[in-house]
């Protein structure tokens, strides 16, 4: 692995900088969200996921089939050495840039932190420059500037994207899903990747219900404003069964051991990571992370929840790491802070504001209780099982002081 001449890239940066194809299944007026959609891709009727790339894009579909052999038997890193380059030229919709794009980050992710290969350098020790290979680090950049999205495996790719249905006709749930690409394979590994689809799917409903209280409240409907709400609030609950889940068929040790490291984005290596022959440092770039979901992201806006100092400036910056149109739809729906701004004015009126204060303050505390629930987990997960080692997240953040503030500023 030899260094180059680097420039470093952050993720504000590049979304700024590059050229994009709006990558939205998320229409700019949100009403998709009202038929029970979600940021789920194939969780809409009209949204068909491809099942393999063109043909000419063989090599790639070939490898993700044989990723996890390669990545057991510590060949990964040569098989992706010499992998040729493939123009992304050839991918004409964004369902099949999505896919590339989750295949490319996917063996980027395998060159750097394949077992036997890579490993997170401690901190203090001597720093190593990684070169990502031509044949992954070239389409990889295309695919990126044209989805307006940093080069990394985020939560918008590695569990939106990385899921099917096993009985085509059955429910969008854990057990009737299998991923599309997997590092080392078993049950685990798809089973995390998978009850987390499944959150993005249930948490529709309260993302079809933060519309109607979005746009109840603009309306001044209190009643309409309390009844969506109450399914904000419902929703969530839904989602925290799901993620109880995860116990069942997820070992903690084995999630911290063999899924988590593949995760780490770049910033969790001492040295640089260069993209090829652009010549890009990609190294202050985030691994996937679940502050990525746009599902939180619109509860936050839309109930008025405010995150301050640190935590409201990493919040922030993993809105660059979600597709083009929920970064739209989210800054679309929270700009106007319509929902808290008529609550507010109902209280300058002097008006019956007990029942909506008391529905918003239900579906608040809704989601805090997700949120203290996920501690719960990643206190499992990750925490006990780092021991004595550093405990940072896959975003490259101390993870329990960064959730534990996020939780407590969970409030009206």
Known sequence: MRACTAHRLHADRWNSKVKYISSAFVPANGSWLMNGCSFLPGHCCDVVLPQALPREYGAWEKLAVELPSLNGTGNAQTAL???????????????ELERAFLLLCVFAHAYVWSPGVAKESPEGTESSNVVIPEGVAAPLFEVARKLNRPPVLAHASICLRNWRRIVSDG????????????????????????????????????????????????AADTGRCCTAL???????????????????????????????????????WNGTIVLGRTGLDVSDLCGGS????????????????????????????????????????????????????????????????????????????????????????????????????????TGGTSVLPFLQHVRNETTM
């Open 290 to 393: 679940a502050a990525q979901s746009s599902l939180f992201a619109t509860l936050d806006a839309v109930l008025g929840i405010e995150h301050k100092g640190d935590s409201a400036a990493f919040l922030r910056d993993m809105r660059s790491y979600m597709p083009q149109g929920h970064r739209d739809f989210v800054r679309l729906i929270g700009s106007s802070r319509a929902l808290p701004t008529f609550v507010a004015s109902l209280k300058e009126q002097q008006g019956d504001t007990d029942s909506l204060a008391s529905a918003l303050e239900k579906a608040i505390q809704a989601v805090r209780a997700f949120r203290s629930r996920h501690i719960q987990f990643v206190t499992l997960y990750i925490v006990q099982q780092a021991g004595r080692e550093r405990e940072r997240g």
């Open 81 to 95: 050495e010499q992998l040729p380059y493939i123009s992304s030229d050839s991918l004409t919709s964004v369902e």
């Open 171 to 218: 429910p969008r749930e854990a057990c009737n899903m299998d991923t599309i690409v997997k590092f080392l394979g078993g049950m685990d590994e798809a089973w995390f990747f998978t009850v987390t689809a499944e959150i993005e799917a249930v948490g529709a409903r309260a993302i079809a219900a933060s519309v109607d209280a979005h746009n109840a409240a603009i």
């Open 230 to 268: 109450r399914r904000i609030e419902g929703s969530v609950a839904e989602m925290v069964a799901v993620l109880d889940k995860m116990k069942s068929r997820c070992a903690p040790f084995v999630f911290y051991h063999r899924v988590r490291p593949f995760l780490n984005g770049w910033k969790n």
